[in-house]
């Protein structure tokens, strides 16, 4: 792995990590789904605008059309719906800390539905993952953590890694642009119905909603989704989600930074376990090193 694939892989860990405090502060002033859905559709034009300037057209594979869609009703419609929803009532870091199970509960998918063989070094980094979780949850519960809203934030990271396990081995080809913003007007359109049917459209405009939308528009929706699909391209899926592990250490973190949120010891000690078995899961899947004689 070289320099600018490292840079990369944590600039995507920050950006991803960090949406859970933005998506926080605009649930205060506006619509969860409503304001995704107008999010969605921002980003989506503004990719679709850069990549025509970059030369791309919306000439898509089969496979292509397929990834678009699966991901912008799984990825933007249903894990991000839910998880801005459940932001009404959980913290950040707690959402945060759930959607970081993903490639845990993609290996034990994987496992349970698609015959994957997990090596030992999987079997222990998934027990310390969820031991992770259950430690810190365990204890957010008993101050109070809202229970629905976990249960949303659980619904949507499920969502996510089915789409994971369908696309799997999926590759984005050319027009990464292109795709990027098709993904997001497939969760626009997903989103903006049932916030028609269900929400108030009452916004509360202040500087914070503001600052918060255009930086979640901007920087975790377009910036990131961008960053992952070269990163990818560029070191492969493998390696590339091997810096999800960093996932819950930035979400707990910008939390406490920006939103004031607590940091408890035992916050602490399950973030690290749960870093070190997501990192264990990612490693057992890498190819092994070839040693030259």
């Given at each position: 792995?070289?320099?600018?694939?490292?840079?990369?892989?944590?600039?995507?860990?920050?950006?991803?990590?960090?949406?859970?405090?933005?998506?926080?502060?605009?649930?205060?002033?506006?619509?969860?789904?409503?304001?995704?859905?107008?999010?969605?559709?921002?980003?989506?034009?503004?990719?679709?605008?850069?990549?025509?300037?970059?030369?791309?057209?919306?000439?898509?594979?089969?496979?292509?059309?397929?990834?678009?869609?699966?991901?912008?009703?799984?990825?933007?419609?249903?894990?991000?719906?839910?998880?801005?929803?459940?932001?009404?009532?959980?913290?950040?870091?707690?959402?945060?800390?759930?959607?970081?199970?993903?490639?845990?509960?993609?290996?034990?998918?994987?496992?349970?539905?698609?015959?994957?063989?997990?090596?030992?070094?999987?079997?222990?980094?998934?027990?310390?993952?969820?031991?992770?979780?259950?430690?810190?949850?365990?204890?957010?519960?008993?101050?109070?953590?809202?229970?629905?809203?976990?249960?949303?934030?659980?619904?949507?990271?499920?969502?996510?890694?089915?789409?994971?396990?369908?696309?799997?081995?999926a590759s984005s080809g050319g027009n990464?642009?292109?795709?990027?913003?098709?993904?997001?007007?497939?969760?626009?359109?997903?989103?903006?119905?049932?916030?028609?049917?269900?929400?108030?459209?009452?916004?509360?405009?202040?500087?914070?909603?503001?600052?918060?939308?255009?930086?979640?528009?901007?920087?975790?929706?377009?910036?990131?989704?961008?960053?992952?699909?070269?990163?990818?391209?560029?070191?492969?899926?493998?390696?590339?989600?091997?810096?999800?592990?960093?996932?819950?250490?930035?979400?707990?973190?910008?939390?406490?930074?920006?939103?004031?949120?607590?940091?408890?010891?035992?916050d602490m000690i399950g973030v690290a376990?749960?870093?070190?078995?997501?990192?264990?899961?990612?490693?057992?899947?890498?190819?092994?090193?070839?040693?030259?004689s």
């Amino acid at each position: 792995m070289d320099i600018k694939a490292l840079i990369m892989g944590l600039a995507f860990a920050f950006m991803w990590s960090s949406a859970f405090t933005s998506a926080r502060m605009i649930v205060m002033d506006a619509p969860p789904m409503f304001s995704l859905a107008v999010r969605f559709l921002i980003s989506g034009l503004i990719a679709l605008a850069i990549a025509r300037y970059l030369g791309e057209r919306i000439a898509l594979t089969r496979a292509q059309w397929r990834a678009t869609i699966i991901f912008g009703l799984c990825q933007n419609g249903a894990y991000l719906g839910f998880n801005f929803i459940a932001m009404q009532w959980v913290e950040a870091s707690a959402a945060s800390i759930i959607a970081s199970t993903l490639p845990l509960l993609v290996a034990l998918a994987g496992f349970l539905f698609l015959g994957d063989r997990l090596k030992p070094l999987a079997v222990g980094g998934l027990l310390a993952g969820f031991a992770g979780v259950i430690l810190i949850m365990g204890a957010r519960f008993q101050g109070g953590l809202d229970l629905a809203g976990v249960g949303l934030c659980v619904l949507g990271v499920i969502a996510l890694t089915v789409a994971t396990l369908a696309l799997r081995g999926a590759s984005s080809g050319g027009n990464v642009m292109t795709v990027v913003g098709l993904q997001m007007l497939v969760g626009s359109a997903a989103l903006i119905g049932p916030s028609l049917a269900f929400e108030t459209i009452e916004i509360t405009w202040t500087p914070r909603l503001v600052v918060a939308f255009l930086y979640t528009t901007m920087i975790p929706g377009l910036a990131a989704t961008w960053v992952w699909f070269k990163l990818v391209q560029r070191i492969g899926m493998v390696r590339g989600a091997t810096f999800h592990f960093l996932n819950p250490f930035f979400g707990v973190a910008v939390a406490a930074v920006f939103l004031g949120e607590s940091l408890r010891l035992l916050d602490m000690i399950g973030v690290a376990i749960i870093m070190a078995g997501i990192l264990a899961v990612q490693l057992s899947k890498a190819p092994p090193v070839e040693v030259k004689s």
